[in-house]
């Protein structure tokens, strides 16, 4: 059984910085693409960034670049996103995900953690 579990949300204000983490178990970890995927208030879920299963390559929506960064340790089965400089329009639930090919789309992703809450205040 696949579980993808965050951790590291919380309340911060603009300016600062968080990571969070995702821990996956019951698969291959560098078998899959892991991304990050966030769902503000009244709006539809968004893709914020993915990272290949290498860890080599990443891809971020227009609105982080430069400001997050993901990663990825194969050790701990663990994927992180590092988010700088973090705006109020980034309160959102950031969830993890895992697709068995390196994609920028939802669809592609069928393996999904609980989320976790990240709000920023102004």
């Known amino acids: 059984q696949v579980q993808l579990v965050e951790s590291g949300g919380g309340l911060v204000q603009a300016g600062s910085s968080l990571r969070l983490s995702c821990t996956a178990s019951g698969l291959t970890f560098t078998g899959y693409a892991m991304g990050w995927f966030r769902q503000a208030p009244g709006k539809e879920r968004e893709f914020v960034t993915t990272i290949n299963w290498s860890g080599v390559s990443a891809l971020y929506a227009d609105f982080v670049k430069g400001r997050f960064t993901i990663s990825r340790d194969g050790a701990k089965n663990t994927v992180y996103l590092q988010m700088n400089d973090l705006k109020p329009e980034d309160t959102a639930v950031y969830y993890c995900?895992?697709?068995?090919?390196?994609?920028?789309?939802?669809?592609?992703?069928?393996?999904w953690g609980q989320g976790t809450q990240v709000t920023v205040s102004s």
């Open positions: 995900a895992a697709a068995s090919r390196y994609s920028i789309y939802e669809g592609d992703y069928n393996n």
